[in-house]
């Protein structure tokens, strides 16, 4: 099945099923208010493990690094079936930490693959919209790592289970990336305020740079195209 699967995901496509599956799991956290605390952690965890899936399946990694990110994978499912067979809820820590270090995997092989490799098309460009949720996704995992050793850190976001507060942490790493700041939601502590100040400093620098050298390449292509006419 996932041959099949693979056979319909390619070069031309990839980065729009990498997209489309960032997008449900962040839509999926916004279901906290609707759903039951216990359904919502399955259901996040469930868009988890298939963005998971459609990255290994969507993107171009060498052999060693595709197995280190495969054993993360493996790892996350181990400590999701401890804390449900268990009950070792201090466990979410290192589910939240292994999600960091995939997702951080996703971002530099997307980069890598949009930047230094082929012509520009749509799909790189779809591919920076991914780069971007990636980086907004990566920030609100490390808040709630933050979150867990250090509870207060923010206003507006208590200490507690990952699921409950991944929605307000999600919304106040977008928030900031984009340099919006609505200011429901305030970091406190100084490690906080570096964390927030340092996401905005990357969310700048994401627009000037990497947007500014797909722009250029785009219009370097499409002049050695005419040229070559």
Not at 172 to 185: N, P
């Amino acid at each position: 099945m996932l041959n099949k699967q693979s056979q319909h995901i390619n070069n031309q496509n990839n980065f729009f099923y990498l997209t489309l599956a960032l997008v449900f799991l962040l839509i999926s956290a916004s279901l906290d208010k609707v759903i039951t605390s216990g359904l919502l952690q399955y259901i996040l965890e469930a868009f988890t493990l298939i963005t998971f899936g459609i990255c290994l399946l969507s993107l171009r990694f060498d052999k060693s690094w595709f197995r280190f990110l495969l054993s993360l994978v493996v790892a996350w499912l181990v400590a999701v079936v401890t804390r449900v067979v268990l009950g070792v809820e201090e466990i979410e820590v290192i589910m939240l930490l292994l999600m960091f270090i995939f997702f951080y995997g996703t971002f530099r092989s997307i980069m890598r693959q949009i930047l230094f490799t082929g012509s520009i098309n749509t799909n790189k460009i779809i591919g920076s919209m991914a780069l971007f949720l990636l980086l907004g996704l990566m920030w609100a995992i490390g808040y709630l790592i933050l979150i867990h050793f250090l509870p207060g850190s923010f206003h507006g976001i208590n200490k507690g289970p990952w699921h409950e507060n991944f929605a307000d942490a999600a919304y106040f790493s977008f928030v900031t990336l984009t340099t919006l700041g609505y200011g429901d939601i305030l970091p406190i502590t100084p490690i906080a305020k570096v964390f927030a100040y340092l996401e905005a400093i990357v969310g700048v620098f994401y627009m000037a740079i990497v947007v500014s050298s797909l722009v250029s390449s785009s219009r370097v292509q499409y002049f050695n195209d005419n040229t070559d006419q």
